[in-house]
């Protein structure tokens, strides 16, 4: 069994990437959430969307993009053809409202992004689509099985462990696989900073994150990786998505409710 090289959100942990022991992982909370379950998502062959929102608590104009990304929670599109994930930054904090789902890791993967675009800033709200960046308003979600064929994808949750198996129609040398654990219908009361004052409702937000190496077996790649324990939000959803070794453009993705929706 595998260790996820993880970041967390800033009330969770602390914002360092660390390895995750795989042997001192204490499992009963999230045991707890699927009552020793066994749980199953699988995509189809052709890509799903990966929708990456980079957003903050602290940024006034991030509220709208948020509410658009929420809706997606009643669509039936969710999980099917969309992956939605909302990644709080950190660098709005320093303006009086510490985000506390924000992470300085979060941060460094939207300038990852931007240094694979050419740009040198980056800003909120800011959308990200398959790896691209997505600018001019909301992005555009295709309906299932429009995307190009790729190879099915498949997530098995057990407890704290995931089976992850990725069966591509091009296999390539090396593959890494994320996982990230979601937290829904969280609210906040903020009190200083540009939305001082407001109520604000997240969805889809990224509470854990992490990647590991995905062992390459000609036609099927395997892993099996173990979830980091909750912290002070419960976790949801799972999304979890395959790319290339050396990047960050995702080749298919897979995900869905842990608890019942």
């Known amino acids: 069994m595998k260790s996820l090289k993880r970041g967390s959100s800033g009330s969770l942990a602390a914002h360092a990437l660390f390895l995750l022991t795989v042997v001192s992982v204490s499992t009963v909370p999230f045991q707890r959430l ?29 509220p709208p ?22 990644f709080h930054v950190d660098y709005w904090n320093r ?64 407890g704290e462990s995931v089976t992850v198996s990725f069966s591509p129609v091009s296999p390539l040398k090396g593959y890494r696989i994320s996982l990230a654990l979601l937290g829904t219908d969280l609210v906040s009361e903020v009190k200083r900073g ?11 937000v990224v509470l854990h994150f992490g990647t590991a190496p995905l062992e390459a077996g000609g036609r099927r790649s395997t892993g099996v990786f173990t979830l980091p324990p909750p912290g002070a939000e419960r976790p949801t959803a799972i999304a979890v998505w395959v790319t290339a070794s050396d990047s960050l453009v995702p080749i298919q993705a897979t995900g869905g409710w842990l608890v019942g929706e």
């Open 65 to 86: 993009a948020e509410a658009w990304l929420n809706q997606l929670r009643k669509s039936p599109q969710l999980w099917r053809s969309v992956i939605p994930l909302a």
């Open 194 to 204: 540009e939305n001082s004052g407001r109520k604000l409702t997240h969805e889809f």
């Open 95 to 158: 303006l009086g409202w510490p985000d506390r789902f924000s992470s300085a890791e979060f941060t460094k993967r939207q300038r990852e992004y931007a240094a694979t675009w050419g740009g040198n800033s980056i800003y909120t709200p800011g959308f990200v689509v398959n790896g691209a960046e997505s600018r001019g308003g909301k992005p555009t979600i295709p309906a299932p099985g429009v995307g190009p064929r790729v190879g099915a994808l498949e997530v098995t949750v057990r």
């Open 34 to 62: 699927r009552a020793a379950a066994e749980v199953t998502f699988r995509s189809g062959e052709n890509a799903v969307t990966l929708l990456e929102l980079y957003t903050s608590e602290g940024c006034s104009s991030c």
